[in-house]
Each structure stands twice: as structure tokens, then as C-alpha cells.
């Protein structure tokens, strides 16, 4: 197993959920209406472009920001 499969130790399964069903369950869970309207534009405009960490994430943690593969792995225990 690979990626987070790995990690768990068991299969893991991805739905992928088209944009009216994204919309429907952002809005359920109390996302506003213009934020769900400008999600599409703010992913075509970051689309390949790596993510940063903040150094506010130190600044107020005390921890130094990291990748989702090792959060993912530091935290593997708590989905097993």
C-alpha cells in the first residue's frame, strides 16, 4: 500500500464529488455563499504552485510548519 493506504495499514477510499455536491456540503456545514462562489477561481489561480507555511505557524505553535506526508504520518496511529 502506498500514501496514506500505507500509513494506516488498511485500504482507504476517495470519492471524488462533483462541484454541485461540493457546493450542497460546504453550504450544509455553514460555508458562506461567496466564499463557495470563489473557491473555483482561488484554485485555478494556485493550480501547481507549491504551498508555503506561514512562519506564524511557529510563531504561535512553537513547532515548525510541515508537510501534509509528515503530519500524515505522525498522526497514522490516530486513524488506525
Excluded: K, Y
Excluded at 500509513?7 to 456545514?29: D, I
Excluded at 504551498?51 to 486513524?79: I, K, M, N, Y
Aim: proline share 6%; no cysteine.
Amino acid at each position: 500500500m502506498t500514501g496514506a493506504n500505507g500509513l494506516v495499514g488498511r485500504h482507504l477510499v476517495t470519492v471524488e464529488e462533483g462541484p454541485h455536491q461540493a457546493r450542497e456540503r460546504m453550504a450544509r456545514h455553514g460555508v458562506p455563499g461567496s466564499l463557495i462562489d470563489d473557491l473555483p477561481a482561488t484554485r485555478a489561480v494556485t493550480a501547481g504552485v507549491p504551498a508555503t507555511v506561514s512562519p506564524a505557524v511557529e510563531q504561535l505553535t512553537g513547532l515548525s510548519g510541515r508537510g501534509f506526508a509528515q503530519w500524515a504520518d505522525e498522526h497514522a496511529d490516530d486513524v488506525r
